[in-house]
Nanobody, 125 residues
Framework: QVQLVESGGGLVQAGGSLRLSCAAS????????MGWFRQTPGKERDFVAT????????YYADSVKGRFTISRGNAKNTVYLQMNSLKPDDTAVYYC??????????????????WGPGTQVTVSS
C-alpha cells in the first residue's frame, strides 16, 4: 500500500510561484511512476504532469508546459511540482498520484492506483 501526502499549496498572486511536494510512505518508491493532477469543482480531474520511476522522462499538459516542472527525489520518497508564472486558471486542488508500473502513457487518472488527499492552490488576479 502506498500513502501519499501533498503539501505546499496556498494563495499566490498571478505571476508568482509555488512548489508542491508529495511525500510517499512506501519502501519501493523508486519503482512507481508518479503524476500530478488538478481538479476544480464540478469538473473532471485533469492531468498536469508525470515523471518516470527514474526521473529521466517527464511529460506535461500543454496548459502548463514551460511553466511547471515535475521532479522526484527517490532518496527522500518525494515528488515535486515547481509552478512558475501562475495564472488564475491554475486555481484548483492539486493531487499527487502513484502508479503501479504498467504499459501506459500515465496521462489518465485511470492509470494511477494511489492518490493523496490534495492541496489547494489559489491564484489571485
Amino acid at each position: 500500500q502506498v500513502q501519499l501526502v501533498e503539501s505546499g499549496g496556498g494563495l499566490v498572486q498571478a505571476g508568482g510561484s509555488l512548489r508542491l511536494s508529495c511525500a510517499a510512505s512506501v519502501r519501493t518508491f523508486s519503482s512507481y511512476p508518479m503524476g500530478w493532477f488538478r481538479q476544480t469543482p464540478g469538473k473532471e480531474r485533469d492531468f498536469v504532469a508525470t515523471v518516470s520511476w527514474s526521473g529521466g522522462y517527464t511529460y506535461y499538459a500543454d496548459s502548463v508546459k514551460g511553466r511547471f516542472t515535475i521532479s522526484r527525489g527517490n532518496a527522500k520518497n518525494t515528488v515535486y511540482l515547481q509552478m512558475n508564472s501562475l495564472k488564475p486558471d491554475d486555481t484548483a486542488v492539486y493531487y499527487c498520484a502513484a502508479a503501479r508500473p504498467r504499459s501506459s502513457s500515465y496521462l489518465s487518472p485511470l492509470d494511477y492506483d494511489y492518490w493523496g488527499p490534495g492541496t489547494q492552490v489559489t491564484v489571485s488576479s
